[in-house]
């Protein structure tokens, strides 16, 4: 939010900045209150207070200001606003637009008074576009009573295994899906989560840990270690993701301790101890937790009852090896308790009632929004099918989706919808052309979780013009869902169901083409409070976290190849051109990517791009400009001289009742009116019980928003995790 202004008026270095797309930095909230000055006059304004963020893309609010005409004296009051959000959750940032003032009120002036005041306030007032930290606009909504609705999804436990020694998981979803490596008697393995090999003569297996190789004549058999290995394994090409394991060949002398291979055909957990279990309290309950494992494990020494968090969802048992149940619906009430500085402090963002539990679920269902270039992404936009389209039914409706093709396509009726990276598309035929959608049918959003499309449920199509439309997309696009749970909501990663995936036997092609579906486990998804999403992958759930890959062959060049991903919340690193299974994008070599980071700045802009932004500093200070899409354009300063901006003393407010006022140094509070600053007369006790909760939003939402801020990489933003 900053004055209205016009280009000429920024700077010339900033105007080279803002001419280049490809430089445009992510803003960051700059700090309260904010100041405006021109043509003498002042205007000083303290962090809005939010009444109310609808579908969080419509946002009311009330801020007080200072208000002082050239030459004149210093003026309080409050000012209500509307306006519209766009949020860029990467960043941590939303931005206001279109600024709405039906409303300003000065409680020291009579009525005669106010019309004055109130123009030269809306000539000076913000209409848009300056950043407003998310944490704390989620901290005010925090004050507000939200219902959440929760997803009816799976909690049943997954298959689990348990060691206290040296183990990895082996997966192999489904069939071993084996493609030949070429000029070689070798074929690997594509939809496991190691590098597994097999000898086409002999049939044995060679599988890659990171301490050496292991042999068995069955995936489901005894596995030993080997120093000898097929002569093949010498002849793999280079490229194919095959470079790291062409360095453990020939195999490296032994070391360290053989591990044990546990193998499951389907997305499973393995609990891993690094010996026996060694317990450490956490203080003020009586819950212990198991320090030498990476798993989130604890006992209840009340009950003498296990607990495990694996995906967001909470199991039992009365002994690590099991059997589990599922237990989120009634959680030890100590688990509520535990110490913000505790280690495991990061599982309670899982637990029902707590404030990092509410966090997690209001972030999940805040929108990022994208202002999509109708004819550069539909150019972009090309579905390739395993042969002909093939769909199969929606349970519990009458539309169908393409089971195929890797590209989430839904048929309504006689036409095609296409979510592809977070927008939507439409067409007559199942193979395009595709065209932008400006709107998407309502029954594409009754779509059950038991579907394997069901996360494009969370990607909404608005406020089309002829060349533009505004796609959003929430937490559940990339598998963050809300839980409802009996004593207050949570996020759980993934679904719960299990999808198997896609194989198809292409004619005359010896070797089929595997595509997965999104799964809930066996990725070790674990929530990260400070980056508000999921890291996932273990080491012992091997180099490729899961067996999450795709494969494919290339006819014109007669390779095949393979691919493998980590994904979390913001994206994940890849190997290999890899596949996301929740998204149905690619992302090129060891490549993190989000939702709409492959339409590339120019196709799909989001708030930070929307508001172009640029900084020079200067021994006078720094000076911000900005310009948005809409044509508004301003500058702020702050230094030695000039119009600047203010991030100290954010400690006046609007009263509900229409007055201003300001908590004081010693803690106490004053109402302003016509005599100055004095103690409050006549304010309720909802008033002031209503002050002393936005007194405290604000202060929580500035530490949030330093946290975050700081916890930055300086390089960018983090997610996913390294492949060795």
């Given at each position: 939010?900053?004055?209205?202004?016009?280009?000429?008026?920024?700077?010339?270095?900033?105007?080279?900045?803002?001419?280049?797309?490809?430089?445009?930095?992510?803003?960051?909230?700059?700090?309260?209150?904010?100041?405006?000055?021109?043509?003498?006059?002042?205007?000083?304004?303290?962090?809005?207070?939010?009444?109310?963020?609808?579908?969080?893309?419509?946002?009311?609010?009330?801020?007080?200001?200072?208000?002082?005409?050239?030459n004149g004296r210093q003026l309080l009051g409050i000012?209500?606003?509307?306006?519209?959000?766009?949020?860029?959750?990467?960043?941590?940032?939303?931005?206001?637009?279109?600024?709405?003032?039906?409303?300003?009120?000065?409680?020291?002036?009579?009525?005669?008074?106010?019309?004055?005041?109130?123009?030269?306030?809306?000539?000076?007032?913000?209409?848009?576009?300056?950043?407003?930290?998310?944490?704390?606009?989620?901290?005010?909504?925090?004050?507000?009573?939200?219902?959440?609705?929760?997803?009816?999804?799976?909690?049943?436990?997954?298959?689990?295994?348990?060691?206290?020694?040296?183990?990895?998981?082996?997966?192999?979803?489904?069939?071993?899906?084996?493609?030949?490596?070429?000029?070689?008697?070798?074929?690997?393995?594509?939809?496991?989560?190691?590098?597994?090999?097999?000898?086409?003569?002999?049939?044995?297996?060679?599988?890659?840990?990171?301490?050496?190789?292991?042999?068995?004549?069955?995936?489901?058999?005894?596995?030993?270690?080997?120093?000898?290995?097929?002569?093949?394994?010498?002849?793999?090409?280079?490229?194919?993701?095959?470079?790291?394991?062409?360095?453990?060949?020939?195999?490296p002398p032994p070391s360290g301790t053989v591990p044990?291979?546990?193998?499951?055909?389907?997305?499973?957990?393995?609990?891993?101890?690094?010996?026996?279990?060694?317990?450490?309290?956490?203080?003020?309950?009586?819950?212990?937790?198991?320090?030498?494992?990476?798993?989130?494990?604890?006992?209840?020494?009340?009950?003498?009852?296990?607990?495990?968090?694996?995906?967001?969802?909470?199991?039992?048992?009365?002994?690590?090896?099991g059997p589990w149940t599922y237990a989120g619906n009634?959680?030890?009430?100590?688990?509520?308790?535990?110490?913000?500085?505790?280690?495991?402090?990061?599982?309670?963002?899982?637990?029902?009632?707590?404030?990092?539990?509410?966090?997690?679920?209001?972030?999940?269902?805040?929108?990022?929004?994208?202002?999509?270039?109708?004819?550069?992404?539909?150019?972009?936009?090309?579905?390739?099918?395993?042969?002909?389209?093939?769909?199969?039914?929606?349970?519990?409706?009458?539309?169908?989706?393409?089971?195929?093709?890797?590209?989430?396509?839904?048929?309504?009726?006689?036409?095609?919808?296409?979510?592809?990276?977070?927008?939507?598309?439409?067409?007559?035929?199942?193979?395009?052309?595709?065209?932008?959608?400006?709107?998407?049918?309502?029954?594409?959003?009754?779509?059950?979780?038991?579907?394997?499309?069901?996360?494009?449920?969370?990607?909404?199509?608005?406020?089309?013009?002829?060349?533009?439309?505004?796609?959003?997309?929430?937490?559940?696009?990339?598998?963050?869902?809300?839980?409802?749970?009996?004593?207050?909501?949570?996020?759980?990663?993934?679904?719960?169901?299990?999808?198997?995936?896609?194989?198809?036997?292409?004619?005359?092609?010896?070797?089929?083409?595997?595509?997965?579906?999104?799964?809930?486990?066996?990725?070790?998804?674990?929530?990260?409070?400070?980056?508000?999403?999921?890291?996932?992958?273990?080491?012992?759930?091997?180099?490729?976290?899961?067996?999450?890959?795709?494969?494919?062959?290339?006819?014109?060049?007669?390779?095949?190849?393979?691919?493998?991903?980590?994904?979390?919340?913001?994206?994940?690193?890849?190997?290999?051109?890899?596949?996301?299974?929740?998204?149905?994008?690619?992302?090129?070599?060891?490549?993190?990517?989000?939702?709409?980071?492959?339409?590339?700045?120019?196709?799909?802009?989001?708030?930070?791009?929307?508001?172009?932004?640029?900084?020079?500093?200067?021994?006078?200070?720094?000076?911000?400009?900005?310009?948005?899409?809409?044509?508004?354009?301003?500058?702020?300063?702050?230094?030695?001289?000039?119009?600047?901006?203010?991030?100290?003393?954010?400690?006046?407010?609007?009263?509900?009742?229409?007055?201003?006022?300001?908590?004081?140094?010693?803690?106490?509070?004053?109402?302003?009116?016509?005599?100055?600053?004095?103690?409050?007369?006549?304010?309720?006790?909802?008033?002031?019980?209503?002050?002393?909760?936005?007194?405290?939003?604000?202060?929580?939402?500035?530490?949030?928003?330093?946290?975050?801020?700081?916890?930055?990489?300086?390089?960018?933003?983090?997610?996913?995790?390294?492949?060795?």
């Amino acid at each position: 939010m900053s004055h209205r202004s016009t280009l000429t008026a920024i700077p010339v270095l900033i105007l080279l900045f803002l001419a280049d797309h490809s430089k445009a930095q992510s803003a960051t909230d700059i700090g309260w209150p904010r100041q405006v000055t021109k043509n003498g006059s002042v205007l000083l304004y303290y962090q809005p207070q939010i009444d109310e963020w609808k579908d969080y893309k419509q946002l009311s609010a009330r801020m007080a200001f200072s208000l002082t005409p050239a030459n004149g004296r210093q003026l309080l009051g409050i000012a209500s606003f509307t306006c519209g959000t766009l949020v860029d959750k990467d960043a941590r940032t939303v931005y206001l637009r279109d600024l709405q003032i039906p409303d300003v009120r000065f409680p020291q002036l009579s009525a005669d008074s106010v019309k004055l005041m109130e123009q030269l306030f809306k000539q000076l007032a913000p209409s848009g576009g300056e950043p407003f930290s998310l944490d704390r606009i989620m901290a005010d909504m925090k004050q507000q009573n939200q219902v959440e609705q929760g997803v009816p999804v799976r909690n049943d436990p997954p298959k689990l295994f348990y060691s206290s020694n040296p183990a990895v998981l082996l997966m192999v979803e489904g069939d071993p899906v084996l493609a030949p490596i070429e000029k070689t008697n070798l074929q690997f393995v594509v939809n496991t989560n190691w590098d597994l090999f097999q000898d086409k003569k002999k049939k044995d297996y060679y599988l890659l840990l990171n301490t050496g190789w292991m042999t068995s004549k069955a995936l489901e058999g005894s596995w030993t270690p080997t120093q000898s290995l097929p002569k093949d394994m010498s002849k793999l090409p280079a490229g194919g993701n095959f470079d790291e394991v062409k360095k453990m060949v020939p195999p490296p002398p032994p070391s360290g301790t053989v591990p044990q291979v546990f193998y499951s055909n389907v997305p499973a957990e393995l609990i891993l101890l690094k010996g026996a279990p060694v317990y450490s309290r956490i203080s003020g309950t009586q819950l212990l937790y198991v320090a030498n494992s990476d798993n989130d494990i604890f006992i209840d020494d009340a009950s003498k009852t296990f607990y495990i968090l694996l995906s967001g969802r909470w199991f039992r048992s009365a002994a690590l090896s099991g059997p589990w149940t599922y237990a989120g619906n009634d959680l030890p009430r100590d688990f509520a308790k535990i110490p913000a500085s505790s280690p495991k402090a990061g599982v309670l963002a899982s637990v029902p009632g707590t404030i990092q539990a509410s966090d997690a679920v209001m972030l999940a269902q805040i929108p990022t929004t994208a202002i999509v270039n109708k004819a550069e992404v539909e150019a972009k936009v090309n579905v390739s099918y395993d042969g002909d389209p093939a769909f199969k039914p929606i349970e519990k409706t009458s539309m169908e989706y393409a089971t195929n093709t890797q590209d989430k396509v839904i048929k309504v009726g006689d036409l095609y919808y296409l979510c592809f990276q977070a927008v939507w598309f439409m067409s007559t035929k199942p193979t395009g052309p595709w065209k932008t959608a400006d709107a998407v049918p309502s029954v594409i959003y009754t779509i059950p979780p038991s579907s394997p499309v069901y996360n494009v449920t969370y990607v909404t199509q608005t406020n089309a013009t002829p060349t533009t439309v505004e796609s959003s997309s929430s937490g559940g696009y990339l598998g963050m869902f809300i839980i409802g749970m009996a004593v207050g909501a949570c996020i759980a990663y993934g679904t719960g169901y299990y999808y198997p995936p896609y194989i198809y036997f292409h004619p005359g092609m010896p070797y089929p083409i595997y595509r997965p579906w999104p799964c809930t486990y066996g990725i070790g998804a674990v929530y990260n409070p400070m980056r508000g999403g999921w890291a996932a992958g273990r080491t012992v759930y091997g180099p490729y976290g899961a067996a999450r890959s795709s494969a494919w062959y290339n006819p014109a060049t007669g390779r095949y190849g393979r691919s493998a991903s980590v994904q979390g919340w913001y994206g994940g690193r890849t190997a290999a051109s890899s596949y996301n299974p929740w998204t149905g994008g690619y992302a090129s070599t060891r490549q993190g990517h989000n939702t709409y980071s492959q339409w590339g700045s120019s196709v799909a802009s989001r708030g930070n791009q929307w508001v172009q932004t640029g900084h020079v500093t200067t021994a006078a200070g720094t000076v911000s400009g900005f310009r948005t899409s809409s044509g508004q354009a301003g500058v702020v300063t702050h230094g030695a001289n000039g119009t600047h901006v203010r991030t100290n003393n954010n400690n006046v407010y609007a009263g509900h009742d229409g007055n201003v006022y300001k908590k004081n140094n010693n803690g106490n509070w004053s109402q302003y009116g016509k005599g100055g600053w004095q103690q409050p007369v006549g304010a309720s006790q909802s008033t002031m019980h209503g002050l002393g909760s936005s007194d405290q939003a604000r202060r929580t939402g500035q530490t949030q928003t330093n946290r975050f801020q700081n916890s930055r990489p300086a390089g960018g933003r983090g997610g996913g995790i390294r492949r060795r």
